[in-house]
């Protein structure tokens, strides 16, 4: 599957680079454009409609993100390329967009574009896109940020506090909602784990994983148990009962 893409960075030096990597590592990726000013680089994917475009986030007239607000609507996947990692992290995880830092490193590449391939063949662009957006305005807010999720069906984007807990099934996850619906996704649990710790929710046992912001009761006992805002019961256990209490004296600041 042949790609067309298209380089942005203020840094002549940095598009050279990235396009010599690409033709070493990646060459199933054809560059039709490679851009150090973004309104030119605007033009150029209006008129030509790339599947891919590799952007630089940092740059002195429009930033990586401004660019992105212009093309709304247009449907194309998007990698990152910074020298900063100070931007914020979850809301590129969340929204399921790569990022790569510079100097980039050959195996990292190849793995973001082969993700990149996978979306594309959802056609899930436009979806990331306004996901991550949305993210970048809630920096503060974790439990207000989107999540793009891989469903049987495709991709959807759901809003974290709506989520009560998420449990493990196999190599599938099953997410419970506020508003009773269930959704399973095909992403293992230890992956939501690791992208959800730092936005309120804990792992309270080997299969469940829960938001502490449904969290309104906990029963001790010899794990103990939790209810939740919809008055569903989960069971604790007793290797997680304490980093549970210490999450929630975190999360609730007592």
């Known amino acids: 599957m042949d790609l067309k893409a ?13 396009q010599k990597l690409l033709q070493i590592n990646c060459p199933d990726v054809i560059v039709s454009g490679s851009f150090t000013d973004a309104n030119e680089a605007i033009e150029h994917i209006r008129a030509l409609n790339p599947d891919l475009i590799f ?7 429009k930033s990586g993100f401004e660019l992105l607000n212009e093309l709304k609507g247009e449907n194309f996947e998007v990698i990152f390329v910074t020298a900063h990692n100070q931007y914020m992290v979850e809301a590129f995880h969340f929204s399921a967009i790569d990022y790569l830092l510079k100097p980039v490193e050959d195996n990292l ?14 056609n899930s662009g436009n979806k990331n896109i306004e996901t991550f957006l949305h993210n970048l305005t809630q920096k503060q ?3 207000k ?13 759901i809003e974290l506090d709506e989520i009560l807990y998420a449990e493990s099934s196999g190599n599938y996850t099953n997410l419970y909602f506020s508003n009773s619906k269930m959704v399973c996704t095909s992403k293992p649990m230890h992956e939501y784990e690791k992208l959800l710790e730092d936005a309120g929710f ?3 046992h080997k299969s469940v994983l829960v938001n502490l912001k449904h969290v309104k009761e906990y029963f001790r006992g010899e794990g103990g148990s939790v209810i939740l805002s919809n008055g569903h019961e989960l069971e ?7 980093l549970l209490i210490e999450k929630m004296k975190e999360y609730y600041k007592f």
Not at 55 to 61: N, S
Not at 236 to 242: A, G, L, P, Q
Request: glycine content about 4%; hydrophobic content about 40%.
């Open 55 to 61: 952007l630089d986030i940092a740059m002195p007239v």
């Open 109 to 122: 590449l190849i793995d973001a574009v082969e993700r990149a391939k996978r979306r594309i063949e959802k």
């Open 141 to 143: 807010s974790p439990q």
């Open 236 to 242: 604790v256990s007793r290797r997680k009962k304490d």
């Open 202 to 204: 804990v792992r309270i």
């Open 145 to 157: 940020m989107r999540l793009c999720i891989p469903s049987l069906k495709g991709f959807q984007v």
């Open 6 to 18: 298209v380089l942005i960075d203020d840094e002549p030096r940095g598009l050279s680079s990235m």
